[in-house]
């Protein structure tokens, strides 16, 4: 035992005080910018995650996915880390961005603190200035959401914006009109489970399309017919064999072929009553989520029933939501049970493989949609899906706030401009920090630049004087060669406001929370007791 009478912890708890602790925030923090940094914007590179346990390898430049597969032992890290991943689901992008702008947030309030300005008034003039940010970057928003076309335009835009930093580049505009058809087809609602995508490897990214409806990867029971129209559609989650007699027979001795016999026919008889009553309920098809057996689907058959087995929990809670039907587990009250209903249910075939399709259903489910995804490989496949995700979850918030700014380092550009402003008015060591949000703010179009390989101090020192002097729709033109500055409007580098404000906001919150460590507390895992 330690007989210093001030030591508060146990021997193995190691803290971290004042500057060391600060210092210690910053390093992690920056670290963790600089890492993501290079995949943001169009021209961002993929990073190769491989995992230490299985070696399992994944190429991506999602920020929120780099940051969720790496191991941090830094605390301000961990911070970053977490405050990316409120951002990607609350709004379901921008994690690089929040991650990038923190980090730079964290890089100018480092040089502040080395020229002895105290992490306080470094806050406070964060403060100030975030909010002078903030308020530019509303006045700059537009709502085109009157205008139809308009709208449509915008969401494509923001749609091309959100793909163009991943792996869809290529055949983003493709890409974007998918989305966009997804997206309008849900009439306001956020509610992704109505767009289902499928990945199918084989063929071109490009080969992928949008199917209305919705589509499962089983099979229709044998020497049923393979088209159905005016689909009744009863969706269960039930056992079609009956427990208490496997139990009953598997204990019971038999003794002659004859009980086994008696056995099978009592089974069969159950199995018989259960079809029955399914019957019942006036249906021409019938989708379970547990096996049906040969002997029921030979009588659903018979009825001629469509009938469909062994479809996964997702798969019937789709169903039943785009049908508008419910997952019924007992068939005792036809009449209470709310059956899903479609135009045409029918085989399809996708690649090498025969699915099923569900179209033509009635309000509700005519949000329904399917995105197949062709490609390569299943890595490309599921780079491809969570891009499209992204772009899905962005756009669906947009339906939500329509309101847009621009891209291509435009709204950061306005949003220094604003700040700058502000810092005129603002007098003493204060002045310095707004200052230095605003260069943390210009370091985005920087980047963006150096991503695209292009001369960024050049550029970057151009699109700030034209948007100084007033023509607040400037942008980097990151993927025509040689484009320069141009109309970010008119090019259609579009971005959502929300996340932009998202990114602007969560990123100050997480800046001004690791300026306030001046204690860093690790203690060691817990050591079992020596016996
Ligand atoms: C992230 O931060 C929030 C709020 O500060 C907290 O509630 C949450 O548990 C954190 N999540 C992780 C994964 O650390
Ligand atoms: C955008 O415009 C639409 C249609 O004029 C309006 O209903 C909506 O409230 C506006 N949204 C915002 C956030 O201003």
Redesign the pocket.
């Known amino acids: 035992m330690s007989n210093n009478p001030t030591q508060i912890f146990a021997d193995d708890v190691q803290e971290e005080k004042g500057e060391n602790a600060r210092l210690s925030a910053f390093v992690g923090a920056i670290a963790v910018g600089d890492l993501v940094k290079s995949t943001l914007g169009p021209k961002g590179m993929d990073k190769i995650l491989q995992s230490a346990s299985t070696g399992e390898i994944m190429v991506t430049n999602d920020g929120a996915t780099i940051l969720k597969s790496i191991a941090l032992d830094n605390a301000a890290a961990k911070v970053l880390v977490n405050i990316s991943k409120v951002q990607d689901d609350e709004v379901g992008d921008g994690t690089t961005s929040v991650t990038v702008l923190a980090a730079e947030l964290l890089r100018e309030a480092e040089k502040l603190v080395n020229q002895k300005i105290h992490p306080q008034t470094i806050i406070e003039g964060y403060r100030l200035a975030a909010s002078a940010a903030l308020q530019a970057l509303e006045k700059s928003a537009v709502?085109n959401?009157?205008n139809k076309d308009e709208f449509r335009k915008d969401l494509s835009a923001i749609a091309r914006t959100t793909l163009s930093s991943k792996v869809l580049a290529q055949d983003r505009t493709q890409f974007a009109d998918l989305a966009c058809d997804a997206v309008l087809r849900l009439g306001g609602t956020t509610d992704l489970n109505h767009i289902q995508i499928i990945k199918k490897p084989g063929g071109k990214l490009s080969d992928s399309y949008l199917d209305e409806g919705f589509i499962l990867d089983k099979r229709i029971g044998v020497n049923q017919p393979k088209k159905l129209k005016n689909a009744k559609i009863l969706v269960a989650n039930t056992a079609m064999d009956t427990d208490k007699v496997k139990i009953f027979g598997a204990r019971m001795k038999v003794d002659s072929t004859g009980k086994l016999a008696e056995l099978e026919k009592s089974e069969k008889e159950k199995m018989r009553q259960k079809v029955e009553r399914i019957k019942n309920h006036g249906i021409n098809c019938f989708i379970n989520r547990q096996l049906i057996y040969n002997w029921p689907e030979q009588l659903f058959t018979e009825a001629g029933i469509m009938s469909i087995e062994h479809a996964d929990f997702d798969g019937i809670e789709r169903l039943a939501l785009v049908t508008g039907g419910e997952i019924a587990s007992t068939f005792d009250h036809p009449d209470t049970v709310k059956l899903g209903h479609c135009d045409v249910i029918e085989e399809v075939i996708i690649g090498e493989d025969t699915l099923i399709k569900f179209s033509g259903m009635g309000e509700g489910g005519g949000k329904a949609c399917t995105i197949v995804l062709r490609g390569a490989t299943e890595q490309l496949l599921d780079e491809a899906e969570r891009s499209l995700h992204d772009a899905l979850a962005v756009l669906s918030q947009v339906v939500k706030?329509?309101?847009v700014t621009l891209g291509g380092g435009c709204a950061e550009m306005v949003m220094a401009k604003a700040v700058d402003s502000l810092a005129q008015k603002i007098p003493g060591k204060k002045r310095i920090a707004v200052d230095a949000f605003s260069t943390a703010l210009r370091q985005l179009p920087t980047i963006l630049a150096d991503n695209a390989g292009l001369d960024s101090s050049a550029l970057v020192s151009e699109l700030r004087s034209e948007v100084y002097r007033g023509m607040s729709t400037s942008g980097l033109d990151l993927l025509t060669p040689g484009g320069g500055i141009t109309d970010m409007r008119e090019l259609g580098v579009v971005e959502s406001y929300k996340l932009k404000k998202a990114v602007v906001s969560s990123a100050a919150e997480a800046a001004e929370l690791l300026l306030r460590v001046d204690n860093i507390i690790r203690a060691a895992p817990r050591r079992r007791e020596r016996m």
Request: glycine share 0%; charged share 50%.
């Open positions: 709502n959401s009157k706030e329509p309101r």
